[in-house]
């Protein structure tokens, strides 16, 4: 039976005003059971509006690549009605989610409330209920692993790391108000271990370490990436033991990895350590992108830039990975050897997702969300932010439809209309009166939501009754139309 280990790092409302500030950050991608990929981003807006003030939304938002269904996940916000829970008052920050076993039912998130005398609380919560309150400590990175033997879960709360084991994938649904009862890995002890209440299980289930978690291995059952006083620590044990690494670099909670499956590479992506007395040239590489081959003993830098690095999340068995910068993606084929600017984009990148095994890129950035096929550079844009000084978009229809041709009968051509509710897949194709397809409209094709129109020219074919078909979002609707010559 599969088990977990989870690793923690300690109503929507539109703005009533134009925001002042809008932008799409922070993409992360998962392949389900089913071979459907799914995307998640953030759309950060600030404004202001009447009631509230200064006001800003963070949410969550969950794009069905399949379906083309784009619909709010997880809700984030500030001094908006969305933060009003009971007593606490409008904040509802999301720190962190992931997916128990790439299953978007089974969910984790971190996130941050203040109460009504403005402390702040820290909660992970899980799809069942299970819940792990820690009074006012807060964390920020969450990530997900199995075993065949345990269940654990890690949370980080500032400067802490909690190791506990995990039932039936459930988190501890403890409430801790000011003190965490736990037994203590070098760190100082917070109760004695004979006294009731000091653990949350079996007296070995619960440890806690001054050391920041960092990153996963995946490759690796219990392989994690710790950090404390900009240090590099590693724990193949999931953190009963910690081995020194590096303190050449300044690691910290904003770090991101990427694991070879065959142990032969790691790639991260840190920030150059500077001195406190050193004179930082305007040319300083501040983002770094760094590279072990010896199981993180030593790292080399193998590329540099002053702006912040994102990586694909996935290097593959062939050393394939990619990274953005700025408004440009690179591409490194053996694993930081080499790296090559691949693709330029029109906006600034915010995050990359590589589809395992496959020729497609997703690529964010601050105005749009876009698909590159790899292979052919074929650039697709699945969502786009509206340009403010635009006019208001037009209504979004409510269901799929497909209209009648116009003009009909007709000769040589006729324009076929129809409308999509969501971003969708679309095949349009014509057939004879024998079932025979002699045209093709629209060939797989991802559409926007919104009326679309195509012309169809039958200068080639006999005057007779055709059909049009449609078929978008699992649905299908066919209409016959009449060639006059």
């Known amino acids: ?86 007593d606490w008052t409008t904040i509802r920050y999301i720190s962190d989610y992931t997916f128990l076993d790439d299953n978007l039912q089974k969910w984790f998130i971190i996130e941050y409330r203040d109460d009504s005398y403005s402390n702040r609380h820290g909660f992970i919560k899980a799809f069942n209920t299970s819940f792990f309150h820690a009074g006012p400590n807060y964390a920020n990175k969450i990530d997900v692993f199995f075993s065949d033997t345990l269940s654990f879960s890690v949370f980080n709360f500032k400067e802490n790391s909690i190791v506990s084991i995990m039932r039936e994938d459930s988190l501890p649904s403890i409430n801790y108000e000011y003190s965490m009862l736990v037994k203590a890995v070098s760190h100082d002890e917070q109760c004695d271990a004979n006294e009731d209440g000091c653990f949350l299980g079996e007296s070995d289930s619960v440890l806690i370490h001054n050391y920041n978690f960092l990153s996963l291995d995946k490759h690796q059952q219990g392989g994690l990436f710790f950090q404390r006083n900009d240090s590099l620590f590693w724990s193949d044990d999931l953190g009963k033991t910690m081995t020194f690494m590096s303190d050449e670099f300044q690691w910290s909670l904003k770090d991101s990895f990427l694991y070879a499956e065959d142990s032969s590479a790691i790639i991260a992506a840190t920030r150059f350590k500077f001195s406190p007395l050193e004179v930082v040239p305007d040319t300083a590489h501040y983002y770094q992108l760094l590279k072990s081959t010896d199981s993180s003993n030593s790292w080399e830098e193998v590329w540099g830039d002053s702006s912040k690095i994102y990586l694909s999340q996935i290097l593959e068995g062939d050393g394939l990975f990619y990274f953005g910068n700025g408004n440009v993606i690179f591409e490194s084929t053996n694993s930081g050897e080499s790296i090559t600017e691949f693709l330029t984009v029109d906006y600034p990148i915010t995050g990359l997702y590589k589809k395992p095994d496959s020729d497609l890129l997703y690529v964010l950035t601050t105005e749009k969300l876009l698909e590159v096929n790899t292979e052919t550079l074929e650039t697709t844009t699945l969502k786009q932010l509206p340009v403010s000084s635009e006019p208001e978009p037009a209504e979004i229809p409510k269901q799929i439809s497909l209209e009648q041709n116009y003009p009909n009968p007709f000769n040589p051509s006729t324009v076929v209309s129809y409308q999509l509710a969501v971003n969708s897949l679309v095949d349009l194709e014509v057939f004879d009166v024998m079932g025979r397809k002699v045209a093709v409209l629209v060939d797989g094709e991802r559409k926007p939501a919104g009326s679309h129109q195509v012309t169809f020219d039958a200068s080639g074919l006999s005057s007779g009754i055709y059909f049009y078909r449609l078929q978008s979002a699992g649905q299908t609707f066919t209409h016959k139309m009449m060639l006059v010559k």
């Open 1 to 86: 039976m599969k088990k977990l280990i989870l690793i923690t790092v300690v109503c929507v409302t539109s703005l009533s005003t134009h925001a002042q500030e809008k932008y799409f950050h922070d993409l992360k991608g998962l392949k389900d059971s089913s071979d459907i990929t799914h995307l998640f981003y953030r759309l950060y807006e600030q404004g202001n509006d009447e009631s509230f003030g200064k006001v800003w939304r963070d949410d969550i938002f969950h794009l069905n690549l399949t379906s083309g269904i784009d619909s709010l996940k997880f809700e984030s916000c500030r001094n908006n009605p969305c933060g009003w829970y009971g």
